[in-house]
């Protein structure tokens, strides 16, 4: 994190931009991250602020998401909403984070990130295991266990099978990182 900036200044601005629902799951995200993160011999803090982030721009309406997102393939241009985690990269920016490691869990929390980078792994499967979506609690089990790569591998794969169940396209960079896996 950038030295300048406070987690509760962070906290307010998105707090303002989102719905009391989405504030109550933020919350519970960047809780479990920090968790998991810990549990795995990474930064607890550095996983805690790209919880708090993560979800800044997801309640945006959809000609803000666009601007501050624009799309970069089919998948994102017939669904806006999956632009929320680079809109929401860019307001962290915006707001003075500088940590790369960060800045790329916020945005890899829609698509996936790739397993060097443990922090985003650590928010990924917080963001699909929180105690408040009611699934995923084997993931969230196997991740405080100290098996974050596994829990992570699980994460994607079942956001793969998910999607292609629906027959909701899966977006490039999370069939990328499905492979890599």
Do not use: C
């Not at 519970?28 to 996983?47: M, Y």
């Not at 805690?48 to 959809?62: N, S, V």
């Not at 443990?118 to 105690?131: H, K, N, R, T």
């Amino acid at each position: 994190m950038s030295g300048t900036v406070s987690t509760a200044s962070l906290s307010e601005k998105v707090r303002a931009l989102v719905r009391p629902e989405r504030w109550a799951h933020i919350q519970r995200v960047a809780e479990l991250a920090r968790s998991i993160a810990e549990q795995n011999g990474l930064d607890g803090e550095k996983a805690y602020l790209a919880g708090l982030l993560h979800d800044a721009a997801r309640d945006l309406p959809e000609a803000e998401l666009l601007r501050l997102a624009p799309p970069e393939n089919p998948v994102e241009e017939a669904h806006p909403l999956a632009l929320h985690g680079r809109a929401a990269r860019r307001l962290a920016e915006a707001w003075g984070v500088e940590d790369g490691a960060v800045l790329e869990a916020i945005e890899g929390h829609v698509f996936g990130v790739d397993p060097e980078n443990g922090i985003g792994m650590a928010l990924y499967v917080a963001d699909v295991s929180e105690p408040g979506r009611g699934v995923n609690g084997e993931i969230r089990a196997l991740a405080l266990e100290g098996n974050l790569l596994e829990a992570y591998r699980r994460a994607v794969r079942n956001k793969v099978e998910y999607l292609k169940a629906k027959g909701i396209p899966v977006h490039p960079k999370t069939l990328e990182v499905y492979q890599r896996l």
